[in-house]
């Protein structure tokens, strides 16, 4: 496995990952703070110039995984049709990534899927995450969890099924541009976490209301799942060679 400093993008990256045919391209640090200028006055241009560099290299296809953050304080069903309108710098850099990259096909031939993530719950998530405070208590006894109201809607997919949603689409074919990567079924914050508690058989009560709504998101949106399954039910193209680009620090978007 070829180790990178992207504080430091090397210009034969490409030849030095192997000359793969896809790159799955999942760093960013400075997570989770959200409002950090950190995101687009040092990530954005790291990132951009590594990314510049594989192309210009010679890859023929990459995927770099977006936000669901790109779209802004928009409720309801959002399609990739609808306009960005991110509303924090992180959303705001990894839109701005996404634009600069789009940029580059006007002197370089390669597919592009910008995989835009909505949420995910899984071991392994970090405690500062819904599921792994909901974990920390659940392993402690505690007889409360402390949340907010509870009633914001929202998409969440189980992280081993958005992992095989990014890996499918790394292996698919064309030039799809953004994909929201979700289940299309907006789901409150309550019922996930009663979900929770009736698999795990703890006894736990809901202190709703505990913490006030985020900031960051409006109360009520999802995504419109209509291109991925569009997109997952044709064949693939397995057997490719596909390299994964993660941080040493920070958690996926």
């Not at 953004?178 to 019922?191: A, E, F, L």
């Not at 419109?224 to 397995?238: E, F, N, Q, W, Y």
């Amino acid at each position: 496995m070829a180790h990178l400093d992207m504080a430091e993008p090397r210009s034969d990256a490409f030849d030095l990952l192997g000359r793969p045919d896809c790159v799955l391209h999942m760093a960013w640090h400075g997570l989770p703070n959200y409002n950090s200028a950190h995101h687009f006055e040092v990530e954005l241009p790291r990132q951009y110039l590594f990314l510049k560099y594989l192309l210009m290299g010679g890859l023929g296809r990459l995927l770099v995984t977006g936000t669901c953050f790109e779209y802004g304080m928009q409720p309801g069903a959002l399609a990739e049709t609808d306009p960005t309108r991110p509303s924090n710098p992180y959303g705001f850099a990894k839109d701005a990534l996404r634009r600069e990259i789009e940029f580059l096909k006007r002197n370089l031939s390669f597919s592009l899927v910008w995989a835009r993530l909505f949420y995910t719950f899984g071991d392994g998530q970090p405690e500062t995450s819904l599921f792994g405070q909901f974990l920390r208590a659940a392993s402690r006894g505690e007889a409360l969890f402390n949340m907010s109201p509870g009633d914001q809607l929202r998409d969440y997919l189980p992280a081993p099924v958005m992992g095989d949603m990014i890996a499918r689409l790394a292996l698919g074919h064309g030039d799809p541009g953004p994909v929201n990567v979700c289940s299309g079924k907006p789901v409150s914050v309550r019922s996930l976490v009663e979900g929770w508690i009736r698999e795990r058989g703890v006894r736990m009560e809901l202190n709703l209301g505990h913490f006030s709504y985020s900031d960051l998101e409006p109360l009520a949106f999802w995504g419109d799942a209509t291109k991925i399954r569009r997109l997952l039910s044709m064949p693939d193209g397995a057997g490719r060679n596909l390299t994964t680009i993660r941080s040493t620090e920070g958690n996926l978007p």
